[in-house]
């Protein structure tokens, strides 16, 4: 059964293993990434980018050119997919390879925090940016990870091997690295800041 949930593939580190395309309602691709989708036999619904890694543009699937080099290609998807009235949002492929590139997928994320969910999936388990107040199901035993970006005030976890109580974490000073699920489902709350929540597999 589909969802109405993008999956958008990036030129970082690609899935060693195929997710289940078959249940997002869009599937699309940075200009970079979108040789691996041809080399897996998937067929995106739309592809952006310069194109300057193309030889040849695909004419059976939308083409959005974006050459504006303001912007991250990551940006750029993000725009689009909001403008055609999508709001939830899987992200393969942000992290490895250099890694500003990573950090630079962060900061995006941050900027689209109000009008996106992105959820961010790579080969050892998914991180996002929390809301303020969230439930994590189905994770006992898993490595959890709390890291400010760059500060986070007052966060209390509950269902983690070494809770925080009403704690502040800031980069460069206290990051929540490497803590352990203890139960089936883990509570975090915080006031104020930006809080990436690793999971890892």
Not at 48 to 67: H, N, W
Not at 157 to 169: A, M
Request: aromatic letters at 10%; glycine letters at 6%; a neutral charge.
């Amino acid at each position: 059964m589909k969802t109405n949930k993008v999956i958008l593939l990036l030129h970082g580190e690609q899935p060693k293993k195929l997710p289940n395309f078959s249940d997002y309602r869009i599937i699309c691709a940075t200009d970079g990434a979108y040789q691996y989708l041809l080399e897996n036999n998937i067929t995106p619904h739309f592809i952006s980018g310069d194109f300057d890694s193309l030889e040849t543009l695909p004419k059976e699937i939308e083409a959005i050119e974006t050459p504006d080099q303001n912007f991250t290609d990551f940006d750029k998807m993000l725009q689009i997919i909001f403008d055609k009235g999508h709001t939830t949002v899987d992200v393969f492929g942000a992290s490895g390879k250099e890694q500003d590139h990573f950090l630079g997928n962060l900061n995006t994320a941050i900027k689209w925090k109000e009008k996106l969910k992105i959820t961010f999936f790579d080969n050892h388990g998914s991180y996002f940016l929390a809301d303020k107040k969230i439930t994590i199901p189905n994770c006992k035993h898993k490595t959890i990870s709390l890291v400010p970006f760059p500060k986070a005030k007052e966060i209390t976890t509950k269902g983690l091997q070494y809770p925080l109580n009403n704690e502040n974490l800031a980069f460069g000073k206290r990051i929540g690295t490497r803590n352990k699920a203890i139960e089936n489902e883990v509570e975090i709350s915080f006031t104020s800041g930006h809080l990436f929540i690793f999971i890892n597999n």
